[in-house]
């Protein structure tokens, strides 16, 4: 049974896989249909009609895992590493007739890489649903405080 704190506890496990650099697990978190959004625009509706700093599905999500673990990614000598800092989680939506939740999470992210450091906050927004008894994320979205600021190269996953 899914209950508000196994959607919390969902929540940290994913973002601690993250931290671990487990990235093969944490895609296991999403539903084969699985989408990872980061809007360029503050309060964004639509992404496909407007241009956005991330819009994956599964294909390339494992696509850009892969390259994380490749020895010859150059960009990635040494690895970068990461580090979420997470507000309680919020459930918006709680619809177990639907198989339908919604968690809203406001965060800190940092991401490092030899001397460089760079601090992003976020409110990350995931859609989840159950599949073969265990939670699934169908979207999850980003949105970053300054999102229509310049960026570097956000290398990992926020």
Same mark, same amino acid.
């Given at each position: 049974m899914i209950d508000r704190s196994g959607l919390a506890d969902f929540i940290y496990r994913e973002a601690r896989l993250l931290d671990e650099q487990r990235f093969d697990e944490w895609l296991?978190? =999403? &539903?084969?249909?699985?989408? +990872?959004? !980061?809007?360029?625009? +503050?309060?964004? $509706?639509?992404?496909r009609l407007t241009a956005s700093l991330m819009d994956e599905d599964f294909f390339l999500l494992r696509l850009r895992v892969e390259r994380l673990k490749n020895n010859r990614t150059y960009s990635? /000598?040494? /690895?970068?590493?990461? @580090?979420h800092v997470l507000q309680q989680p919020r459930v918006d939506v =709680? *619809?177990?007739e639907t198989n339908h939740y919604v968690v809203w999470t406001a965060m800190h992210y940092v991401e490092s890489r030899?001397?460089?450091?760079?601090? +992003? &906050?976020?409110?990350?927004? @995931?859609?989840? $649903?159950?599949? *073969?008894? &265990?939670?699934?994320?169908? !979207? /999850?979205?980003?949105?970053?405080?300054?999102c229509d600021s310049a960026f570097g190269s956000i290398q990992l996953f926020i």
């Open positions: 296991e978190l =999403f &539903a084969p249909d699985g989408r +990872y959004w !980061m809007p360029l625009e +503050y309060g964004q $509706t639509d992404r990635q /000598k040494p /690895k970068s590493r990461c @580090h =709680f *619809d177990p030899l001397d460089r450091q760079d601090l +992003y &906050a976020a409110w990350t927004t @995931h859609e989840l $649903t159950e599949i *073969d008894g &265990a939670l699934r994320i169908r !979207m /999850k979205r980003v949105d970053l405080v300054n």
